[in-house]
C-alpha cells in the first residue's frame, strides 16, 4: 500500500513538473502612441492606438502561461491597461484600472505588466482604462487549452476568427471625456459601429477597403471569438441564413446553446460554431444596437455596422451581400432570451457553485442627478444638479493622489477611500416604478466607498436596477473574479419568488452581467483573491457619472494568499 502510494506521489509530480514546463512566457512590447487614420470619408484623424494597429495586436497563450507586456507610452496621454477578466492572483498590480491598482503611466513612461494564466481558458481582451481611449486601445486575448485546439470540450473547428465591435467617433475622444465630466453632460453616441476596426459599406461614404472579410469554405465550421468593446452599445449580432452554437461566455464554457443572434453587452465575449451550410455566395455580418432605456432616448446611433462573409469559389465577388434581418432597437425579449438562457458547460475540477454564503448584498445600480464638482468647471451650476449615477446612492469618484491599492498594501486609506459602502440602499422604495422617478429619490453624493470582505468569504449581490431617470440594462463588471449568475428577471427582486428559480447546478459563469432594464440579477462569488478589486457598468458613459464601487478583500494567513509587494516601475502619480 505504501509502495502503492508512493508510486502515485511521483506520478502526480511527474505531471506537474510536465506541466511546469510546458508553460511558456508569452511576451509583447505595446507602443501606445498615434495613429493617423480615416474612416467615413472624414480627413485624416489623429487617434491613440497600440503599434500602429485598430484593434490593437492579439496576445494568444495557452492556459498556465506566463504574460509580459512592456507598456511604452509615446501617446500624448497618460495610459493604463486593463486586461479584462483575467484573475490577477498574484498579480493584483497587474490589473490595470487607473487609480483603482495603479496611477497611470506618464507621457514618455513605460510600465511591465505581468500575469499567469493558470485555470483560464477561452476568449477575453484588453483595452486602455482611463478617459475614453479604450474607444481606440483594445485587443483581443485568447487563452487556448494547454493541450490545444483539440481539447476543446466541443468538435474542433476547422478554423478560428477574432471578431471585435467597437464604436467609432467623428471626434477626439479624448476631448469627448473631457468636456463630459467638466460640463456634467454625457458625450453624445458614436458615429459608426465597427467590427475588427472597420464600419463597414452601409455608411455614407465609406470607402470600399473599410470593411472587414471573411473568407469560408463550404460545410466548413469556424469558432467564432466575439468581443463587445463598444464603449457604451449593448449589440445586436447576425449573419445571413446562418446560425450558431454558442459554446463559451467570457472564457467559461456552456452548455451548446443554438441561436441565429449573438447579444453582447460591452465587455462581454461570446464563443460560437459556425458551420457554412448556406448556399455559396456573399452574406452581411451586422451588428445593430441594442437599446434598452425605458423611456427610450436617442443615446444610440440607430445604424447598423457590417463585415462580409464570403465563401471561396462563390463568383462574382462584386454580387452585394445580402443583409440579415435585424432585432428592432428596442427588442428586450429577443435579448433576455439570449443572456438568461446560457448555462455552464460542468466539467471536471471547475469551480462549482458555492452552497453557504457569507455576505448578502442588495445593491440598487442607476442614473440619478448630483451636485456639480469643484473642478467640473463647465457645469451650469444655475440650472441645479448635473447627470450622475451609483451604486446603493453612492456615486464613486477615484481618488487623485494615491491609488486605491498602494493605500490598502501600505494600510494608509485615510483621505483615499473609506470603509462604508452599504450593503443595502439607504432607502426602500419601489425601485422600478416611474413614481419613484422624482427629484429626491434621483439625488446622489459623490464618495469613495469600498467593501471590505475576509479572504474566501462567499459573496452573493442582488444587482437591482432602477427607474431612476431610466430604467436600462447595465452591463456590471467585476475585475479578478468570475462569478455564477444564478438568476435574473424583471421587476423588483422579491427574494422569495426567486431562490426557487436559483440556478445551483449549472448557472452560467461570468465576469460581466447584464442586469435585465427594469429588472434584476443575482450573483455569488467567492473572494479568494486578495485586493482591490473594481466592480463597475461596463458604459464608460456610466462609469465617469460614478456607476461603481470596489471590493477591498483581504490577506489570507500565507504569503500566496496576500497582496504581495509593488513591482518596481509601478508607476507614481
Known amino acids: 500500500m505504501a509502495r502503492r502510494l508512493s508510486s502515485l506521489l511521483l506520478f502526480a509530480l511527474a505531471l ?40 490593437g495586436p492579439t496576445i494568444q497563450a495557452s492556459e498556465g502561461d506566463t504574460v509580459v507586456v512592456h507598456l511604452v507610452n509615446e501617446s500624448p496621454y497618460r495610459m493604463t491597461i486593463h486586461w479584462h477578466g483575467i484573475f490577477q492572483r498574484g498579480t493584483p498590480w497587474a490589473d490595470g484600472p487607473t487609480m483603482v491598482t495603479q496611477c497611470p503611466v506618464w507621457q514618455g513612461g513605460n510600465y511591465t505588466y505581468r500575469f499567469n494564466v493558470t485555470g483560464q481558458e477561452g476568449t477575453l481582451w484588453w483595452h486602455a482604462h482611463i478617459s475614453f481611449l479604450r474607444a481606440t486601445v483594445y485587443g483581443a486575448l485568447v487563452i487556448l487549452p494547454r493541450a490545444g485546439a483539440g481539447a476543446y470540450p466541443f468538435p474542433k473547428p476547422d478554423k ?18 473631457e468636456t463630459a465630466f467638466l460640463s456634467g453632460q454625457p458625450a453624445g453616441p458614436a458615429n459608426a459601429y465597427t467590427i475588427n476596426g472597420k464600419p463597414g459599406d452601409l455608411y455614407n461614404c465609406s470607402a470600399p477597403n473599410h470593411t472587414h472579410k471573411i473568407e469560408v469554405r463550404h460545410n466548413e465550421t469556424t469558432l467564432l471569438r466575439i468581443i463587445n468593446a463598444a464603449l457604451n452599445t449593448p449589440l445586436f449580432f447576425k449573419v445571413k441564413d446562418h446560425t450558431f452554437t454558442v459554446v463559451a461566455a467570457d472564457a467559461c464554457y456552456t452548455t451548446p446553446y443554438k441561436t441565429d443572434v449573438v447579444v453582447i ?100 445600480v442607476g442614473l440619478g442627478v448630483s451636485d456639480c464638482l469643484p473642478d467640473q468647471t463647465m457645469c451650469n451650476r444655475s440650472e441645479g444638479p448635473v447627470f450622475s449615477s451609483s451604486m446603493n446612492n453612492a456615486s464613486f469618484v477615484l481618488p487623485r493622489t494615491t491609488s486605491m491599492l498602494e493605500a490598502h498594501y501600505g494600510g494608509a486609506s485615510a483621505g483615499v477611500y473609506t470603509r462604508d459602502f452599504p450593503d443595502r440602499p439607504p432607502i426602500v422604495f419601489d425601485y422600478t416604478s ?31 436596477n432602477t427607474a431612476l431617470i431610466a430604467k436600462e440594462s447595465h452591463p456590471m463588471h467585476l475585475h479578478g473574479f468570475n462569478f455564477f449568475v444564478l438568476a435574473q428577471g424583471f421587476g423588483n427582486y422579491n427574494e422569495t419568488a426567486a431562490v426557487s428559480q436559483f440556478n445551483l447546478v449549472n448557472p452560467q459563469e461570468r465576469n460581466t452581467v447584464a442586469v435585465p432594464t427594469g429588472g434584476w440579477a443575482v450573483i455569488r462569488f467567492v473572494a479568494d483573491n486578495p485586493g482591490m478589486w473594481y466592480m463597475h457598468c461596463h458604459f464608460d458613459a456610466h462609469l465617469d457619472l460614478g456607476l461603481g464601487m470596489v471590493f477591498e478583500v483581504q490577506n489570507g494567513t500565507t504569503a500566496d494568499t496576500s497582496v504581495p509587494p509593488p513591482p518596481r516601475d509601478l508607476p507614481l502619480c
Not at 508569452?26 to 494597429?53: K, M, W, Y
Open 434 to 464: 416611474a413614481a419613484s422617478n422624482n427629484a429626491t429619490m434621483q439625488y446622489t453624493e459623490k464618495s469613495t466607498k469600498v467593501k471590505t470582505l475576509k479572504y474566501n468569504a462567499t459573496v452573493e449581490m442582488v444587482l437591482q
Open 160 to 177: 478560428e476568427e477574432i471578431l471585435m465591435f467597437g464604436e467609432w467617433w467623428n471626434a477626439n475622444v479624448y476631448d469627448l471625456h
Open 16 to 55: 506537474l513538473i510536465a506541466s511546469v514546463a510546458d508553460a511558456a512566457v508569452v511576451e509583447h512590447t505595446f507602443n501606445v502612441g498615434n495613429l493617423s487614420i480615416s474612416q467615413l470619408c472624414q480627413p485624416d484623424r489623429i487617434i491613440t492606438a497600440v503599434n500602429g494597429q485598430l484593434p
Open 265 to 364: 453587452a460591452p465587455g462581454q465575449t461570446v464563443d460560437a460554431l459556425m458551420v457554412a451550410d448556406a448556399v455559396a455566395g456573399r452574406y452581411y455580418m451586422a451588428v445593430s444596437p441594442y437599446d434598452s432605456a425605458i423611456p427610450g432616448n436617442p443615446a444610440f446611433s440607430m445604424t447598423t455596422g457590417t463585415a462580409v462573409l464570403e465563401y471561396v469559389g462563390a463568383g462574382n465577388a462584386t454580387v452585394p451581400p445580402v443583409l440579415p434581418p435585424q432585432p428592432d432597437y428596442n427588442d428586450t425579449a429577443t435579448a433576455h432570451k439570449f443572456l438568461s438562457n446560457l448555462t455552464a458547460l460542468v466539467l471536471p475540477g471547475r469551480p462549482t457553485v458555492p452552497l453557504d454564503v457569507d455576505t448578502r448584498m442588495f445593491v440598487t
